[in-house]
């Protein structure tokens, strides 16, 4: 029988308070000035896609106040005229009937979603009357900050700065931190780009650019092997960019640092490498020879279960191709303990073949050192340490990136003070830390919880006041570069309800926390007027066309000769700051945690409809997405007794979760994944509640002490069918 | 863009990730309701077994064949295949009868059973954005691909492309432009490296599947204009036999009277 | 002119007659919901099997039996033979009764019945359906006319009855001709279908195979509606009549056998034959059950003097070629999916209540009308 619930008309939502067609609303009026929107109302607005970092450029087309389809700008070189899946549901994210659309004040138990609406005022005072109260009682060190990566970060941080307090939260440790670090100590750099215009031979460690899409690399990595470029994959799983690689490696979990040392161990015995560029770009290479030796193709076969042949063959072929060779530093690199070591391996496979200038380049970092800001004083210094320790007990890591789990359970410990406050933004902790229940316990020690949010996910659920921020297609943010250009993130629709951009938010606390001289803007456009100062654009034309080029400041740097920001000066295969601290310097084997007999290693990876633990509750995405269910080898599932679509019981040593199986031929024996973002616990979710299992629920907390990485692949569950009463 | 004579897409499995942009931008562009989708996938995605594996999938819909079952079979001609390209309908002239949903050898339309008389039931499928191609776009699947699996164009330069493709990687592809033949030719072209039905396509020959419904329909009058005729005359036929067999027995009957008379 | 009714007051309230009602109830309301919240919320009926129980059942199975008018219309007309003028009555109003009944199945399965006088000012001249439903229309109204004289002498309109007798046969021939097109028509529905429907049954001569087999089937429908309106009208049974009939049912199943099996040696199907699991199953039930097993019986004297011979050989011809029917518009068609269809009770009550109408009217005709009489020439 069909469903006869009828869901038409999914852009006639509540909450649109589109105005009519009579009196053109502020953006549309705007827009209309600067030549986008026609009398009609209906036109294009440039602006940035928010529905994952990538952050691609985005053409909103809207029609009477409202936005009825989205398209990439050919202008912006992350989009290059195209859109990911994500960004084309990103209508729906801003229509979603769940949005929060006025500030939330608690009124039930904290996790009942009890909340009764309030006014900005009353909100907003309520927020900076409870942040004073601790940082008055405890310090500012007391009230946490944690933020996930976007555009308006900067005034974040401005205000966790001008308030006080060294707490800050990120998901990096939960996502890149072994890859950043690795980076950091061989280039002096994050990350270097990657150009796949002329690359022959590709080895993606994981990486599983087909579904953890970055819109305009996954579309060259495509456009490479379309010419016939060779790409090899590492993945216990056949993702869908196993589909496209010439090879797929069904590596064992946790060993892909043995099959790099392999590599490294053929290409510098048998004298495969780029010798000209290594003695003059690198240090270190005599200690890596030395130290590589035991690792041979035969030694790695046994540990990653691929033939040394294939490791040996795959070394030539690698090397042959020379400074045409690319090895993906990866992306995602939070696996196991061993990957910090993985991903210095890695960087000097690259190293060792030479392909700096060619497939690895300056990093096009998101610097807007050419934009201006408004003043501020200096900030308060800060004496208390901060919680997710670093530096005192992870001194590789960047303060901007911090160690997130390690927050998390110091919050818990106590150690070495009690956090009393925690302010979430864009953000969803309670799903994204690892072992889900420990996370609800720091929440609970919290005296305050403030989130700001679109929607109302977990972590606002667990709040005391949510602010609604407008959506990123209501709002304003703080310009972003690309390269040499600049692009505005514009309202291409009026907010929605109360809602309000985060520059406001932020300023409007700013002035209840008596840290306004730290918020010197009138508003939205303000801010951006100062930004542009510097430059000759104004903040008409940069919103009519929706991007500038700025001078070519970095031509020059091209014809400089290759430079990295370390203790030498050049890639340093062998570690000064390693060395110095008393760390392996070079990359040096670690043996994984394996499962015991009858656990699985539990997986986890990214698909191309979800991004992370805020999208699940799109409906456009949902409609399109294959139901979560974990991924069993389909032999092993039917020698134990399971079928496809089953129910059955995960555990793991922290948590267990129930869910429906896959029996599946793309996985190892020894595997089952499980894709993360779902088992949300927001009844104000109203798509999301229920759908799917949290892997956060069974995650284990490991990190790694050299990159505070976080190790999500080290957790072992075992499953059972869950035998119905 | 220019306009151009016929419009295709040109489709090729191994640029598809199937990551199903191009069934949201669908979704989104043409208002497709939540319990309905003009673009979905077919093929079954995983091929073989662990460890040798393989992917395919495509993103399916309306081939916008050159001859068009849909357009030969509906009662009252809703359907209808524009020069330009695409396969179009017209919602005013719909019954609802749905006889283009069996017609259709790909399976494509799809029907709003969701709808009572007040909503008007109608058949929905993909018509190649239409509104777009009317202000210059390509269709908005097309627009969105971040691969470009999906390309558009004139259906004789993507036909031309999709060999040269071929020729450029002999082993890459199954040496087949999938659509260029079938049914008559469609404006949906197929590359393919896996055999086109594990993608969910079926196997048509190069006769299109209205060929012979055609031609027994345009027999049709002649028929019953024939039968008619014959009909009417063995009618005529056997009442002059029977008229004839009266008029002898009554003869008879009379020649019987007058000889009794006679006697 | 003075309308002459008599009610029989033992028509009322017998068992059959509520049931009947009952049916008709339960589908009248069940149809009201179809035309408020869709099809969907009455019916199993998906995307890939858009046609099921109702096109099977009312439409095709409808048609087919509903031949049995133009059987008789061309045995008694074209071919003069009087002696069967006591079956034809019966069978004209069977055939009309029948056709009105498809009419209202359509009226609900249609997407949009309120539109469905669109075929006669849009029309698209490759379309076989246009064909079948112009031809479905006109026959009605053609039937109409020729059941007309026994409403006409059922109400004492005698002169009118009269009028309508003496101008028949143009309508007779027309009645022939459509019934042709359209009975072929239904199979030609599937030509458009080569790829979807089994081997063992497409064929460019579709339209060919259903004329043949809706003679058969008219044939049996003749034979099977005289068994049971001697039976429950407490008559007695044209035996004499009905053995006639018999006797041609081997010569026409015959043909359609030839028909059948020379086109499957032609197209090289024969590979099929055993070889198609459930097809194989589907094709030879309808083949021994429709076909094979009524062509033997009625090869005896015997069988087609006796009452229940006649009955039983004409029922199972009837639920073979049934069969055949949901064969060809349901059973054998390869479907986009491995979910069956099943129809839900709601659509089958649907037909429950159109097929029960369909019994009450004809007895109501069969009490109040002069259906078993016939005019003297």
Redesign the interface.
Known sequence: MTNTLSRRDFLKLSGAAALGGFIPPQAAHAAHKAGQINAKGEGYISTLCEMCVWRCGVLAKVKEGRVVKLEGNPEHAHARGNLCPRGQAGVMTTYDPDRVLTPLIRVGKRGEGKFRKASWEEALDLVAENMLSIKQKYGAEAMVFSSTHNLSQVQFENLLQAFGSPNYGTQRSLCFNAMIVSNLMTYGMEEPARDYSQVKYIILTGRNLAEAISNSETGDLIQAIDRGAKMIYLDPRHTKTAGKAAEWLAIRPGTDLAFHLALINVIVTEKLYNQNFVSQYTTGFDELANSVRAYTPEWAATLTEIPAETIRRIAHEFSAAGSYALAHNGWRTSNFVNSFQTERAITILNALVGNWGTMMLAGAGEESGALGKPPQPAYPRVAATRLDGVPWKYPFVPLKIGVFQQLRDSILSEEPYAAHGWFTSRQNPVLSLPDRQRTLQAFAKMDFVVTVDIIMNDTAWFSDVVLPEASYLERFDPLAMLGNRIFIRQPVIEPQGEARSALWIYKQLGQRLGISDFFQYKDEEDYLRQQLAPTRVSLEELRASGYADMSQTKKSEANKAPHWNTPSGKIEIKSALLAKAGYAALPAWEEPLAPRGGQFYLLTGKGARQTQFGTQNNKLLHKYEDEQRLWMNAKTAASLGLKDNDLVEVKSEVGKVYVKLEATQAIRPDCVYLMPGFGHISKGLTTAYGLGASDSDLHITYTDPVSGSQALSQTFVTVKKVERS | MKPIKQYAYLFDTTRCIDCRACMIACTVENQVPMNDSYIWVAGKDVIGEYPNLKRATMPYHCMHCLEPSCASACIVGAWQKREDGPVVYDDTKCIGCRYCMNACPFDVPHFEWDKGIAGGALITKCQMCKQRLEVGQEPACVQTCPTGALTFGERQELIAEAHKRINTHPTRYINHVYGETENGGTSYLILSHVPFKELGLPEIAPTPVNAVSETVMSGTLPFAFTWGAVLTGVALLVRLRNRGKEIAAAEVIETEKSTEETK | MKMYIALNPRLRLTPLVWVLLTLMSVGFVVAMI????????I??????Y??GFWISFDLYTGVAIGSGAFIMA?IV????LKEFRPLLRSAVLTGFIGYIMVIIALLV????????W??MI??????????I?ICVMSYTAVLAIEFAPVVFEGIKWQKFAQLIHRFI?PFV??G??LS??HQSSLG??Q??????LHPLWWT?LL?LMFFSSAVCIGLAMIIFESSLSSRAFGRGLETHLLEKLAKALPIALGIYLILKFGDLAFSGDFQYLFTSGTMSWLFWGEIIIGVLIPLFMFLFKRVRQSPSGLLFGAVTLLLGMILNRFNVSWFA?S??TDIVYFP?WMEVSISAAIFAAGILAFGLAARYLPLFEHEES
């Open positions: 179809r035309y408020v919240n869709g099809i969907g919320a019916s199993n009926l998906t995307n890939a858009s046609w061309s007309y074209i071919f003069d399965d249609l997407g949009r019945p309120e539109r469905i669109h075929m849009y029309q698209n001249h490759t379309s076989i359906l246009l064909e439903g046969m021939i027309l022939v001709v042709t097109l030609s529905l030509l458009i279908q080569p790829t979807k460019p339209p068609i479907r986009s839900s």
